[in-house]
């Protein structure tokens, strides 16, 4: 059974550089597992890896379509399968690194998603409208599917209202089995480190120009709204608030990766480096 690595883990716990060390040593290439890096155009914000940072490894699922439109979980999967499989071919091992939960759960438990089109005249309307607000209409729609949704996810709520409207609602994922053993490790900073960590980069943020990097996306034709969906740091940022929904947005990542037993959690990014060694020789 062919390996893939998973790096996750909260933002700012230095994922995407142990994955550049990992793949090369062992001759990987990475997969992107984050809902807002596979935007054009979204990369200080984000906080974007840059070619300097890549050394050279291939990414895939950064940079693949434009902010004005939207990019549904299943078009993730099956970008990021069918990744998988093109660096398994190349005899290579994949590296699957991020910090969206969702993302990395479709691909590696194999959740069938609904094929539902983008309804582009419904999401207009609902870009308009507050999480909170898209949150009350979903549990109007499918109060099932309100229970396992972050509520504060507006990207995410608007999926779940255009599924539900489409099929009546969210229905169960089924799963079918993947045939890959996927080799799962987690970066995690105790609570007063991460702070300081997500402090430092926010500053550099700010320093590094994220005022106009949103102006340039503005310019480009991304609408207020599209920006506020797309993420807290494209909406009217200031240092304090940028920070403070930073650190909420890593408490939600937490609380989505505790659920998952299989994790072998580090605090120390060598740590992990030397674990993944280990395994990749069993």
């Not at 870009?127 to 009350?136: E, G, I, Q």
């Not at 009546?168 to 987690?186: E, M």
């Not at 500053?203 to 310019?219: A, R, S, T, V």
């Not at 120390?268 to 020789?281: D, G, N, R, V």
């Amino acid at each position: 059974m062919k390996k893939v690595i998973l790096i996750l883990g909260q933002t700012a716990t230095g994922k995407s550089d142990l994955a550049v060390k990992i793949a090369k040593k062992i001759n990987g290439e990475i997969i992107s597992a984050d809902s807002r890096q596979v935007y054009k155009g979204l990369d200080i914000g984000t906080g974007k890896i840059t070619q300097k940072e890549m050394r050279g490894i291939p990414h895939h699922l950064l940079d693949v379509v434009n902010p004005k439109r939207g990019f549904s979980v299943a078009e993730y999967q099956k970008h990021a399968i069918s990744a998988m499989a093109e660096i398994i071919k190349r005899g290579k091992i994949p590296i699957i690194c991020g910090g969206t939960g969702f993302y990395i759960d479709t691909v590696v438990n194999g959740i069938i998603l609904p094929e539902v089109p983008l309804n582009q005249k419904l999401r207009r309307q609902l870009m308009t409208k507050s999480a909170a607000a898209l949150f009350v209409i979903l549990k109007k729609l499918d109060s099932a599917r309100a229970k396992n949704i972050d509520s504060k996810n507006g990207v995410r709520l608007i999926r779940a209202i255009e599924i539900a409207k489409a099929l009546g609602k969210v229905p169960r994922p089924k799963i079918f089995p993947q045939n890959y053993k996927f080799i799962k490790t987690g970066l995690y900073l105790p609570a007063d480190k991460l702070k300081k960590r997500i402090e430092k980069r926010v500053k550099k943020m700010f320093q590094d120009g994220l005022l106009n990097e949103i102006k340039n996306l503005k310019k480009a034709g991304v609408s207020n709204k599209r920006l506020e969906k797309l993420g807290f740091e494209y909406f009217n940022p200031t240092y304090e608030k940028v920070v403070s929904q930073t650190l909420k947005y890593a408490k939600r990542q937490m609380t989505w990766f505790k659920r998952d037993k299989k994790i072998r959690w580090f605090t120390s990014p060598s740590s992990a480096f030397a674990w993944l060694q280990k395994q990749l020789a069993k």
